[in-house]
């Protein structure tokens, strides 16, 4: 089975390198090929805008040009997930955005800018004014991005979003979905968290993780969340109740690697925007397959064993 991981990343590198996005490339050649890290930072900049947002497609699900929560957020878990300092002005950059947009009327966020319907983008992207639609989801991992970098934030902004958060998390916990739990496991991992918050967030977290992980290999070629992407770490607390699933799926991921060395999405863009969805394919791609990756690089020799 070692041969087998070994030569999956082998495969998915040599996808990344041949056909991969920029980003993806530079983050495989500094994760997986000893490049600097600053070799990441000049990439992701060219996908951020004069006022520190990001845009351009970063998250290929939406490609207005102009800066957005949602490629935003995408920016600050790449960069918290590479160990970026928050001192560095590609961070900084993104703070000042997150600062700049915040509506405090609705203590959050619009997930994506007023002209998204001029572009292309998936069906779900469409332009909301209600800045309560993003609530559970980027705002709980905004805000562990912004107890990052409280150099830049006012105590004050920290303590009512901390406090929002908690209420909003104990009062709508056994409705949240997938994506939502991704973004309040990314907060539990801040350091620095007010106790109330984090009090709620060991309290809830362990019941959404088992309402919106999908254990049933049967379902795992469709849209769900694999035990994998909850895991973050071979030391995590979760692998006590999680690791067999967790190598499961991990060992579904190695059997559904393409011929040519990358991984598939599991959704579209339901017939609209054909040929950006197909360019945006590829983008998703990369992306899945940079990710997967990582996962076979710090849980590979536990699948191998």
């Given amino acids: 089975m070692k041969s087998t991981v070994t030569k999956a990343i082998t495969k998915g590198g040599e996808y990344l390198l041949e056909y ?3 980003v993806e490339q530079a983050c495989y050649r500094h994760l997986f090929l000893g490049e600097h890290l600053a070799s990441v930072i000049t990439v992701l900049a060219q996908y951020q805008n004069a006022d520190g947002g990001f845009g351009h497609g970063l998250e290929p699900d939406l490609q207005v040009p102009d800066s957005s929560i949602l490629a935003t957020s995408e920016a600050l878990i790449l960069l918290r997930s590479l160990g ?4 560095t002005a590609l961070f900084e950059g993104a703070i000042e955005f997150l600062l700049g947009n915040y509506q405090p009327e609705g203590k959050g966020w619009p997930f994506v800018p007023v002209n998204t319907d001029q572009f292309p983008r998936a069906p779900w992207w469409n332009y909301d004014p209600d800045v309560h639609s993003s609530r559970h989801n980027p705002r709980p991992q905004l805000l562990g991005d912004l107890i990052v970098a409280r150099h830049l934030v006012p105590e004050n902004l920290i303590s009512v979003l901390a406090d929002d958060v908690t209420a909003c998390l104990k009062k709508d916990s056994g409705e949240l979905q997938m994506h939502d739990l991704l973004s309040y496991l990314r907060l539990s991992r801040t350091s620095g968290l007010p106790q109330a918050l984090r009090t709620a967030l060991e309290l809830h977290l362990p019941g959404m993780i088992g309402r919106n992980v999908e254990t049933d290999p049967e379902q795992w070629s469709g849209y769900s969340l694999y035990p994998y992407q909850v895991v973050e770490h071979p030391d995590d607390p979760l692998m006590a109740e999680w690791g067999t699933a967790m190598l499961q799926s991990i060992r579904y991921m190695l059997d559904h690697q393409t011929a040519d060395g990358c991984w598939e999405p599991t959704w579209d863009w339901g017939g609209q925007f054909l040929v950006a969805w197909e360019a945006a ?13 990582v996962v076979l690089k710090k849980f590979g020799a536990m699948v191998s064993s």
Avoid: A, E, M, Q
């Fill in 281 to 293: 394919k590829k983008d998703w791609r990369s992306v899945i397959t940079l990710n997967n990756l």
């Fill in 84 to 87: 970026v300092d928050p001192h």
């Fill in 20 to 22: 991969g996005r920029d």
